[in-house]
């Protein structure tokens, strides 16, 4: 099983990222993939899910409005576009693949984002 993401990077405030995350191992379209990221010193927090259809999210306060989650079960990939990036927005994000019934709980090994003028 791997999770692997990608675009994360260093950028202004107000600017925006789109991250990547390609899954392998497993079946992708039977798993509700979420986002969640870690400041240095906080804990991790959980930013978005999608459903394994695609056609529920769930956001959390802190990035509603400003991200957005999508899927592409032909491609094994969840991505996150980010706009209007803060500068508490810099952590590293995560991309997590979970599936409840069988009990799997996948993670990635996150990418750096930095919010900086």
């Known amino acids: 099983v791997q999770l692997v993401e990608s675009g994360g990077g260093l950028v202004q405030p107000g600017g925006s990222l789109r991250l990547s995350c390609a899954a392998s191992?497993?079946?992708?379209?039977?798993?509700?993939m979420s986002w969640y990221r870690q400041a240095p010193g906080k804990e991790r927090e959980f930013l978005v899910l999608?459903?394994?259809?695609?056609?529920?999210?769930n956001y959390a306060d802190s990035v509603t409005g400003r991200f957005t989650i999508s899927r592409d079960n032909a491609k094994n990939t969840v991505y996150l576009q980010m706009n209007s990036l803060k500068p508490e927005d810099t952590a590293v994000y995560y991309c997590?693949?979970?599936?409840?019934?069988?009990?799997?709980?996948?993670w990635g090994q996150g990418t750096q984002v930095t919010v900086s003028s």
């Open positions: 191992g497993f079946t992708f379209s039977r798993y509700a």
């Open positions: 999608i459903n394994s259809a695609g056609g529920r999210t």
């Open positions: 997590n693949a979970r599936h409840y019934g069988l009990g799997h709980d996948y």
